[in-house]
């Protein structure tokens, strides 16, 4: 069992950045697929990234794409989330999620979430 632990949100000014971090504590981290889901007031959680266990495949939403990029530390059980390019439709509560099947889909462990407010 994981037990993940979001950080790095924060407000910033469209067009700026954050970087996210997921740090994950109990065994098993490196064998995980991880994403990263986000929910806005009043929406449904969408998925954002996904990162397959080696870190040598990644998925994004296509609303994402060329903005946002995911990686991850093994050494260190830690994932991460660049956010490039912000835009005001970025704001959102966004949540770390271990197990990621691939897709739309989640996986069975999540963290508390860490929010983004975007401003224009």
């Known amino acids: 069992q994981l037990q993940l632990v979001e950080s790095g949100g924060g407000l910033v000014q469209a067009g700026g950045s954050l970087r996210l971090s997921c740090a994950a504590s109990?065994?098993?981290?490196?064998?995980?697929?991880m994403g990263w889901f986000r929910q806005a007031p009043g929406k449904d959680r969408e998925f954002v990234a996904g990162?397959?266990?080696?870190?040598?495949?990644?998925t994004y939403a296509d609303s994402v794409k060329g903005r946002f990029a995911v990686s991850r530390d093994n050494a260190k059980n830690t994932v991460y989330l660049q956010m490039n390019s912000l835009k005001p439709e970025d704001t959102a509560v966004y949540y770390c999620n271990a197990g990621w099947p691939g897709g739309d889909y989640a996986g069975p462990y999540w963290g508390q979430g860490t929010q983004v407010t975007v401003s224009s």
């Open positions: 109990g065994r098993g981290f490196s064998s995980y697929a």
């Open positions: 990162i397959r266990w080696s870190g040598g495949s990644t």
